[in-house]
């Protein structure tokens, strides 16, 4: 009976457990990520305002680099410098051995399609000639879009002329995306001269559809910590009493919680989502 008891509960606290973990993508994924969009928008801000933000060699991920809108879709974003599912949680990212946006070459940016804000949910219904403006260190620069492709489609012929090639997902669920989407503009003016040492180097984690495995270990603390607050929870509902147990132990398993969520959301769904 008592055997019964126990599994009973455990199964109790595994689906409290992964129905909080579905509210925190549908819910409280796009609050944090709004809260990011804030962060980095004053920070974009305060480095073009003081020639500060980085145009090449090696950037720290999670540095915003650019400033994304795309007036058809009503989207204005900050970029970051990384594609791994940590820095896709906080903007679109641009993919580190690309050039940065209106530089030569063809430059990367990816974004996510159903969680933390889905940036770019709908970028597979923009049409070809709709404009695309990317604001960096170097100026303004402003895109036209070619054409909208999915995976197995032939990608275009290399050009010396600045491209802009924007990634995500469409269809699927939470278990995978049904294809990946990829939409191809060219740049309509100057190019700006690259200033060099860019990383040639991708991380597996930084391809389209990977998952951050870098932030297992991560993941697994978190989870350790949560075992420990429900531990401490249950031996200080037993030594204090309900109400003081309740006053002080909630908001530390909310907040152990809150983090296991936000780890294993990285760590278990592909970037793109």
Do not use: C
Not at 10 to 15: I, N
Not at 39 to 63: F, H, N, Q
Not at 116 to 132: M, R, S, T, W
């Amino acid at each position: 009976m008592n055997k019964s008891r126990v599994l009973t509960q455990a199964l109790l606290v595994l689906s409290a457990l992964a129905l909080g973990f579905a509210g925190y993508l549908l819910l409280l994924s796009p609050l944090q990520y709004d809260r990011a969009q804030t962060v980095l928008y004053a920070k974009a801000r305060e480095t073009l305002a003081d020639t500060s933000m980085p145009t090449g060699g090696k950037i720290d991920a999670g540095t915003p680099v650019a400033f994304l809108e795309i007036p058809g879709l009503g989207l204005s974003e900050v970029v970051v410098e990384g594609t791994a599912g940590s820095q896709l949680a906080l903007g679109p990212g641009h993919g580190r051995t690309s050039p940065l946006p209106g530089q030569p070459g063809t430059s990367v940016l990816m974004g996510r399609a159903q969680t933390y804000g889905a940036p770019f949910k709908e970028i597979g219904k923009l049409q070809a000639g709709d404009e695309v403006d990317v604001t960096t260190a170097q100026g303004r620069f402003t895109y036209r879009v070619d054409r909208v492709r999915r995976e197995g489609d032939p990608r275009p012929p290399a050009a010396g002329k600045g491209r802009l090639m924007l990634i995500s997902a469409e269809g699927g669920d939470w278990t995978g995306p049904e294809r990946t989407v990829f939409v191809d503009s060219t740049l309509t003016g100057d190019v700006a001269a690259p200033p060099g040492g860019r990383s040639t180097t991708m991380l597996p984690e930084e391809a389209a559809l990977e998952r951050d495995s870098g932030v297992l270990i991560e993941l697994v603390l978190w989870l350790q910590v949560l075992a420990l607050a429900f531990g401490l929870f249950v031996w200080a509902r037993i030594r204090w009493g309900r109400w003081e147990t309740w006053l002080v132990g909630v908001p530390v398993v909310v907040a152990a919680t809150w983090q296991v969520y936000q780890s294993a959301a990285v760590a278990v769904l592909p970037n793109l989502l």
